[in-house]
C-alpha cells in the first residue's frame, strides 16, 4: 500500500512562520494544539534538524564528545533539537531535561522523546532550570526581548557545553556573535571559531559580513513528494539551510584550534574561487586557483569547510580538510 504523505495545515503553518520571521521579541507561548506542534515538528523543525545534523557532524569531525550524560534543551519546542543530540551520540545521554515556557511543547516534546529513547529519564520542571551538565537551545534568540535573553544567560553559568543553533541571518549571527563576546571569559569557544580571540567579524572592514554555514537537505528530501508541497506551499527551499550556530565548553579538548573555517558559500569565478576564511589572525577573503591542491573541496563547498591553508598573502597554495588528514587532527 502507498504511504500517504501527512496531511498539513499549511495556513496555520504558514501564520506561525508569519510570526517567527517579525522582528519584535514574542511575548508568551503561542503552541495553540498538539496538531500544530506535529505540523511544525515534520516541516519547519525537521528542517532545523538537517542543521542540527551538520552542526553535529562538524564537531564529530573536530573530534568532540559530549562532556557529560545530562542534557537540557531550553526553549525545545517540540524537542527536534534533543532527537537529533540523541541520535548522533546514541547511549551517551541518560537524563534529559526540557523547558519551555509553552506548556503544551514540553509535553508535545516528552512525548516524542519517550516513543524514540524509552531508556532516557526526562524531566520536565516547573521552572526554568539552572543545567549542570550539556545545554541545547535552538532558534530561541529572536523570539527573546532583552532581559529574557539575559536571564537564559545567568542560567547557564554552570553549565558545562552549551550548543546553540539559531538561522544564518545576519541580525542572529550578530546576536550569537555578542553572545559570544559576553561568554568567552566563562567559557572555551569549540565552534564554530577555531581560535578564542575577538571574533573577527567585529574587526572593521567586516561590517557587512556575518558568521553563517549551510546545511544540505538529505538527498532524498529533494524526491520526496512532501518536500515538493512544502516548497510550494511554505513558498520555502527545501535546502541549503542557512544557520549560526555556537558551541562553548568549559573545559574542552579543542583539536581544530589554529584551522581555518570558511564562512557562508564559496564564490566560484571562471579560473578560481573565493572563500571568506576565519582563522586566529582575523576573517578576511583567500583566493584559491585550479591548481591548488583541496580547490575541488573548496569549489563544492565540502561540508564542514574546516581546513589547514598555506597561504601566500590571500593565495591558497593548499588545503588539506580537519579530520581528512591521518595523523594529522585525529
Ligand atoms: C521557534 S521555536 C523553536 C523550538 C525548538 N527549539 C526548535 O528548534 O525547533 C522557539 C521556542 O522557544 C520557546 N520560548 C520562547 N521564549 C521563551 C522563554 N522566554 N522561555 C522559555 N521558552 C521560550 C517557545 O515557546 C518555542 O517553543
Known amino acids: 500500500m502507498k504511504n500517504e504523505p501527512p496531511k498539513i495545515d499549511w495556513d496555520r503553518l504558514r501564520e506561525l512562520r508569519d510570526l517567527f520571521l517579525q522582528p519584535e521579541p514574542i511575548t508568551g507561548p503561542y503552541w495553540k494544539s498538539n496538531r500544530q506542534l506535529q505540523d511544525y515538528d515534520i516541516t519547519l ?39 537529533r543530540m ?3 551520540f546514541p547511549g551517551h545521554f541518560k537524563k534529559v531535561t526540557l523547558w519551555d515556557h509553552s506548556e503544551a511543547a514540553i509535553s508535545y516534546a516528552r512525548q516524542k522523546l519517550r516513543h524514540e529513547f ?3 529519564r526526562v524531566i520536565c520542571p516547573s ?17 527573546l526581548n ?27 549571527s550578530r546576536m550569537l556573535i555578542e553572545v559570544r563576546e559576553m561568554l568567552r571569559e566563562e567559557f572555551k569557544v569549540v565552534a564554530p571559531c577555531t581560535h578564542q580571540e575577538r571574533c573577527g567579524i567585529l574587526a572593521q572592514g567586516n561590517e557587512n559580513h556575518w558568521c553563517h554555514h ?9 524526491q520526496d513528494p512532501f518536500w515538493g508541497h512544502f516548497r510550494k506551499e511554505m513558498n520555502l527551499d527545501v535546502g541549503p539551510l542557512a544557520y549560526s550556530f555556537l558551541i562553548l565548553e568549559k573545559e574542552p579538548e ?16 571562471p579560473k578560481y574561487v573565493r572563500v571568506l576564511s576565519c582563522q586566529k589572525e582575523d576573517v578576511r577573503e583567500l583566493v584559491a586557483g585550479r591548481k591548488t591542491d583541496g580547490y575541488r573541496d ?21 588545503g588539506k580538510k580537519v579530520g581528512e588528514a591521518a595523523g594529522t587532527d585525529h
Open 45 to 83: 523543525g525537521e528542517r532545523i534538524g538537517w542543521k542540527w545534523d551538520a552542526v553535529l557532524e562538524e564537531l564529530k569531525v573536530r573530534g568532540w564528545k559530549p562532556p557529560s550524560p545530562s542534557l537540557t534543551d531550553m526553549g525545545c519546542g517540540t524537542g527536534v533539537a534533543t532527537r
Open 127 to 143: 521552572a526554568p532550570p539552572h543545567p549542570k551538565g550539556v545545554v541545547l537551545i535552538s532558534h530561541v534568540l529572536t523570539e
Open 298 to 318: 573548496l569549489k563544492q563547498g565540502v561540508t564542514p569547510m574546516l581546513y589547514r591553508f598555506e597561504l601566500k598573502k590571500n593565495r591558497i597554495l593548499s
Open 146 to 172: 532583552d532581559e529574557s535573553a539575559g536571564e537564559f544567560l545567568e542560567l547557564m553559568a554552570d553549565a558545562q557545553a552549551m550548543l546553540w543553533v539559531e538561522p544564518g541571518t545576519f541580525e542572529t
Open 86 to 88: 540523541l541520535r548522533a
Open 254 to 269: 579543542l583539536i581544530a584550534e589554529g584551522a581555518s573555517h570558511l564562512i557562508g558559500k564559496p564564490m566560484i569565478m
Open 214 to 222: 549551510f546545511a544540505n537537505a538529505p538527498a532524498k528530501a529533494h
Open 118 to 120: 524509552p531508556d532516557v
